[in-house]
């Protein structure tokens, strides 16, 4: 895990509050959204169809026996080593006081990265320590911690190399502190391969959330794979809550395992390195600072140079449009923006407003011929369509193996 762009040198501070979320807020539905890490072209048909299809009249299993045994057999493991959970941060809170109630008293958190690591660990009084990158989260475990590493972490999409992962595997050994791996975003990696070793996967707790792969982030449901030699299991099967996934979370984990559905996932994977290049490309024109070294479906970028040190009116302003930027303020990282691989089309809505924002005037590696800017295109309206050859504009959004079916989160269905 390598350190930042230059200008993120330094630590930001740890926020001992509660965690704040750049996404989703109490406004109007966003019609162009940056702010989520979820797949841009929504979910797969085969997915969606699952969870509207769920048993909504009766409890689920309260054990889950079904669904554990279809998720170990597909990671190959044991049924016992599989915990449902209600969504990745319920599961950081259950395992973050498993730890506290098995002697845990210090947490290791990457930093700049996910808040809801260090609010359970703040909410339980237990000391945090944050690292920038995997040499000095080695240097920190000098007592038994409990670790958190997001790989691909959000939200610098930094991953962690062999070499890193070897040192991360000393500390641990010689600290007795106890790994989590937090794998939400692997399955949307649009570069390289997890370097985490298997002897070092079978020693941590993972956790998975197969809802931003599939685009069903409004479905609350992951779980944690436990370690081999079954650390903390029984204590954090106790602290679930009863029936912790819903009829639509089981659904959606048991899609998580087909085979037609992970094809289509993978299948798109191109399509979304495609647009990614694209987009970053025209970011760069629009004045934004890309900062790379990130191998998810998301990056950092700093905002253009005059809304930097106040971006609260460019992020309003571009908010009351129906655009979201998820602001990195609550991470450390004022005058920084989370940004996703988005479709061509709200691509094309960011540019015009951007547009609009610089006083209808061009912004930079932008033509000066046309002082006004253009309407804002709605998603699914092909604003792709002015693209450029080889850009990966004007291709479809829909899944490339779907490309006739019309569902409720297609984004080329028409009301």
């Not at 990671?75 to 969504?87: D, I, N, S």
């Not at 991953?159 to 791996?181: F, I, K, N």
């Not at 025209?282 to 106040?310: E, H, K, V």
């Not at 009116?313 to 990195?328: N, T, V």
Request: charged share 20%; aromatic share 6%.
């Amino acid at each position: 895990m390598s350190r930042l762009h230059g200008k993120l040198q330094g630590k930001p501070p740890l926020l001992a509050t509660g965690p704040t979320h750049g996404g989703t807020d109490a406004g109007p539905p966003v019609l162009h959204d940056f702010s989520t890490n979820a797949h841009p072209l929504g979910p797969p048909p085969g997915a969606l169809d699952a969870v509207l299809r769920a048993d909504r009249l009766r409890y689920p299993d309260p054990g889950y026996t079904a669904l554990r045994a279809r998720l170990a057999d597909w990671h190959g493991v044991t049924p016992e080593r599989v915990l449902p959970a209600g969504g990745g941060s319920e599961a950081i809170r259950r395992l973050t006081l498993t730890a506290m109630l098995s002697g845990m008293t210090r947490v290791c958190v990457p930093q700049p990265g996910f808040g809801d690591y260090a609010a359970a660990a703040h909410a339980l009084g237990l000391q945090v320590i944050g690292y920038a990158d995997a040499f000095e989260l080695a240097q920190s475990l000098t007592l038994p911690s409990l670790v958190w590493v997001c790989d691909p972490c959000n939200p610098t999409g930094a991953t962690l190399d062999a070499a890193e992962w070897a040192a991360v595997a000393v500390a641990l050994g010689q600290s007795g502190s106890q790994l989590v791996v937090d794998q939400a975003y692997e399955p949307l990696r649009l570069s390289g391969v997890s370097a985490l070793p298997t002897a070092i996967a079978d020693g941590a707790w993972r956790l998975v959330c197969p809802n931003k792969s599939l685009g069903l982030t409004g479905v609350r449901a992951g779980y944690l794979l436990a370690p081999r030699d079954g650390l903390w299991v029984e204590r954090a099967n106790e602290l679930a809550p009863s029936w912790v996934v819903s009829a639509e979370g089981q659904a959606l984990l048991e899609a998580w395992t087909d085979a037609g559905i992970r094809s289509e996932l993978a299948s798109s994977l191109p399509l979304l390195r495609e647009w990614r290049d694209a987009q970053w490309t025209r970011m760069t024109a629009m004045g934004f600072d890309q900062i790379g070294g990130g191998a998810a479906n998301f990056w950092l970028a700093a905002l253009p140079s005059p809304w930097r040190d106040a971006p609260e009116p460019l992020l309003e302003g571009l908010r009351a449009l129906g655009i979201k930027l998820r602001d990195a303020s609550s991470f450390g990282l004022p005058g920084l923006v989370r940004v996703s691989v988005q479709t061509p089309d709200t691509v094309d809505a960011l540019e015009a407003a951007m547009r609009t924002f610089s006083g209808r005037r061009a912004m930079p590696g932008m033509t000066r011929e046309d002082p006004h800017p253009d309407p804002l295109p709605q998603a699914g309206e092909g604003g792709g369509a002015r693209g450029r050859p080889g850009d990966g504009f004007g291709l479809s959004t829909r899944w490339p193996t779907t490309a006739s079916m019309q569902m409720p989160f297609d984004r080329g269905a028409q009301p």
